[in-house]
Each structure stands twice: as structure tokens, then as C-alpha cells.
């Protein structure tokens, strides 16, 4: 069960679980204390956890394209970026005046499908670089080869 949550190899796609599943669970703390002020809450989720994964991976592809290596120090910070700028998208949409209400299931689906792969990943992860543990070159908790 833990596996579902936490990463469980040195995949790229894994440690993008450590953005993915606080920002969750911090996501139903936020419902519980906002609860009247939804206005776009499922939108500002969705573009916060697609802005913040996807900035780590083209970060991380990108920059180790052109040194030829991963340092820790730059995925390290990577990551602070994402949160930080994840977190600013999330912000302005919530405090947006100009917005108009969004229907929460359209941002709610692929809220989900997000969670739900990480999950179906974690267990039969596709054969591509992203989701290679750097290592071994297996893949997935099981760790195919």
C-alpha cells in the first residue's frame, strides 16, 4: 500500500510522487478550511499538480542534456521551483476576480487520472526513459526488466 504513495526506485517518474501525493493530502485539508470559497479550487489543482510535475521533468531532462549528468543539487532545487511555482499558479486562479466558476468535474477528471496513473505506474509503468530506474534500468515495483 505504501508503494502507492512513495517512490520505489530512482525513476524519474517516482520521485515526481513527491510532489503529486503531499500536494493531495494537503488538498483535502484545503477543501476542509475553504469550504465556501471553492471558486475554481478543482482548476487551481489541476493546473498545480500538471505545472509542477512537468516543470521537474523538463527541467531535469534539459538540463541533463546539456551537462551530461544529474546533479543532486539542481533536482533538489528543481523541486523547490515547482512547489513555488505551482503554488503561485494555484494562488492566482483561487484569487482570481475576473474568473468565472468552473464546472469541477472538468477539472476534476483529470485531477484524478493524474493519481490514477502514478498508481497503475507504480505497479506496470511504461517502457520509456521516464519511468527507467537510473540504477538498474528496470521498471515499476517489481522491478521489470
Request: aromatic share 24%; proline share 3%; net charge positive.
Amino acid at each position: 500500500m505504501v508503494a502507492l504513495f512513495s517512490a520505489v526506485n530512482e525513476s524519474v517518474w517516482e520521485h515526481l510522487k513527491l510532489v503529486a501525493f503531499p500536494f493531495l493530502f494537503f488538498s483535502f485539508i484545503e477543501i476542509y478550511f475553504l469550504k465556501k470559497n471553492l471558486k475554481n479550487f478543482f482548476l487551481a489543482k489541476t493546473a498545480e499538480a500538471y505545472l509542477s510535475t512537468s516543470f521537474i521533468v523538463v527541467f531535469f531532462y534539459s538540463y541533463t542534456a546539456l551537462l551530461g549528468k544529474n546533479l543532486l543539487f539542481l533536482d533538489i532545487g528543481s523541486f523547490w521551483v515547482a512547489i513555488f511555482l505551482g503554488k503561485l499558479v494555484n494562488y492566482k486562479i483561487l484569487t482570481s476576480q475576473k474568473s468565472k466558476k468552473q464546472n469541477d468535474l472538468l477539472w476534476i477528471i483529470p485531477w484524478l487520472f493524474l493519481i490514477l496513473f502514478f498508481f497503475w505506474a507504480t505497479f506496470l509503468p511504461p517502457r520509456l526513459t521516464l519511468f527507467r530506474e537510473s540504477l538498474n534500468g528496470t521498471y515499476g515495483f517489481f522491478q521489470l526488466k
